[in-house]
């Protein structure tokens, strides 16, 4: 009986310390980057839908999101943007929210256009491209 006992604990014991086990996947970090790059509401809502369902399903502190706007999608940042205050509860739950400097510069924005809660990265696109290279999950709405 103590034998068995002692079997049985160390198979607990290695398959919390064996990567791919029920614990460690459980306890896995997920990262996703979503690109918005179209200039419709509905695709805003959709991608704040996504950021917020992803959060809830396996937890805020378990996943990074990063939501990158560009090209026509800055808009989605924009202070009179129709999305605005769903972005300003994103980034409170966590959601990165980053706007792409080429597209401001191109489009004539400034910070001050944009939400307080955002973010700035050089160029969108290359925002996107390091974060998959770097192994995060890919989302277009």
């Known amino acids: 009986m103590q034998r068995r006992l002692v079997l049985q604990s160390l198979a607990v014991v290695t398959a919390a310390a064996v990567p791919g086990s029920v614990q460690a996947q459980?306890?896995?970090?997920?990262?996703?980057?979503?690109?918005?790059s179209d200039a419709d509401p509905g695709?805003?809502?959709?991608?704040?839908?996504?950021?917020?369902?992803?959060?809830?399903?396996?937890?805020?502190?378990?996943?990074?999101?990063?939501l990158?706007?560009?090209?026509p999608g800055i808009g989605m940042l924009k202070m009179e943007s129709p999305v605005a205050n769903r972005v300003a509860d994103a980034a409170k739950a966590g959601v990165k929210v980053l706007a792409c400097e080429n597209t401001m510069r191109g489009q004539k924005l400034t910070r001050d256009d944009m939400r307080p809660a955002t973010g700035?990265?050089?160029?969108?696109?290359?925002?996107?491209?390091?974060k998959q290279a770097e192994g995060w999950s890919y989302l277009r709405p």
């Open 26 to 36: 459980t306890a896995q970090r997920h990262r996703i980057v979503i690109q918005m």
């Open 68 to 71: 990158v706007a560009y090209g």
């Open 120 to 130: 700035y990265v050089p160029a969108g696109v290359t925002e996107i491209m390091k």
């Open 43 to 66: 695709k805003w809502n959709l991608a704040l839908n996504n950021a917020k369902n992803l959060q809830d399903d396996v937890g805020a502190a378990n996943v990074d999101i990063e």
